[in-house]
């Protein structure tokens, strides 16, 4: 059955979308708004030294992020739950595929104390797909968040979830009732690419997710991001942006895409800072709280001062209510 949130999207696009092919090889090279600095820092040693002592991984390692240098600079880390191996092989993501080891008991544990350490205001987990887990890893979330709650309770909880695929309904109902602060889960791409980009998931079964968990608890902010540079037509991102805001979703982020290694997925295009500024006019024109939408925006860059934007932002608009 279709979802009523793909109505709106199958209406709009009449005219088949070109297909953009992927940028020539002598194309690939970064442009200068990509360059970032290598990590060197005192502060990135140290965030370093205290995951492998606290045996977490990070996807700001595994992903290959390009703000590693900043943001561990600033200890802020985004902590990957349930392993560093993932069950999925999507065309964009650096993390490993395979055979997950078991569930390590200690890693909630393990969370807080690295937010205790670090003095983390706002802290974002986030994990590999666990398909070969019956609750999809989600009850290893409510761990984390639980643990986090008796650790450092001013510490701010930010999730970012795979879409636990067939059994989503249990496992958002058991994260929401643990409450977090903020619910992310990310579209990645527009629909007409997920075969090829993201060919594991479903569009509007990660739409419905976000959906589900305004519907249970709508004071959890809800947030999603996509990746742009992957072949998407304007007009495509333009619709997932209503789509998201068919879901009430509260903030979303863009990014550009950036090939991790020859073996994954082209960059069709570098979408240049003035582009991103247009995105985000017209996604805030649509309704955000917050748009985040900056070559190197990532999911979780800036997670925390971007979640003290966004309370302020439902505070300002309550007000006016
Ligand atoms: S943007 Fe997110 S994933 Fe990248 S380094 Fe910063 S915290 Fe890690």
């Known amino acids: 059955m279709a979802s009523p949130l793909g109505i ?17 090889p002598e194309r690939v090279r970064k442009p200068d708004w990509i ?4 990590p060197t820092s005192v502060g990135f040693a140290e965030t370093r030294a205290l995951m492998r002592r606290l045996n977490l991984a990070t996807v700001c390692e595994e992903a290959a992020c390009p703000n590693i240098g900043e943001c561990w600079t600033k200890k802020h880390a985004t902590v990957m739950i349930l392993g560093d191996t993932c069950t999925r092989a999507c065309a964009f993501c650096n993390v490993k595929t395979g055979m997950p080891r078991a569930v390590d008991a200690l890693e909630p544990q393990h969370v807080a104390d690295a937010a205790a350490e670090l003095g983390l205001e706002h802290i974002v987990v986030t994990s590999v797909d666990r398909d070969d887990l019956p609750d999809g890893g989600a009850s290893q979330f409510v761990k984390v968040i639980e643990a986090l709650r008796r650790a450092t309770p001013s510490t701010t909880i930010e999730i970012l ?20 602060d903020v619910y992310n889960h990310n579209l990645e791409t527009v629909p ?3 075969p090829t980009i993201r060919p594991g998931a479903r569009y509007y079964a990660s739409l419905r997710l976000l ?6 608890d709508p004071t959890i902010f809800t947030k999603s991001g996509v990746m742009v540079g992957l072949g998407e037509e304007r007009l495509e991102v333009h619709q997932v942006m209503d789509d998201m805001r068919s879901a009430d979703i509260d903030f979303l982020t863009m990014g550009q895409y950036l090939q991790p290694t020859p073996k994954h997925a082209k960059v069709a295009e570098f ?3 003035d ?7 017209i996604a805030r024109a649509k309704g955000f709280l917050l748009v985040a939408a900056t070559p190197l925006t990532r999911s979780s860059y800036h997670a925390g001062d971007d979640f ?4 302020a932002a439902r505070e300002a608009q309550l007000a006016k209510a």
Not at 35 to 38: D, L, M, N
């Open 35 to 38: 360059r970032v600095k290598a």
């Open 275 to 281: 582009m991103f500024k247009a995105y985000a006019a």
């Open 161 to 180: 979830t795979p879409d636990f695929r067939n059994k989503s309904e249990r496992a958002v109902e058991a994260i929401v009732a643990a409450r977090p």
């Open 308 to 311: 003290a934007k966004m309370k």
């Open 192 to 194: 007409r690419l997920y």
């Open 211 to 216: 959906e589900s968990v305004k519907r249970l």
């Open 271 to 273: 979408v240049t800072p």
């Open 8 to 24: 709106a999207y199958l209406a709009t696009m009449t005219e088949p979308l070109p297909i953009r092919p992927a940028m020539s």
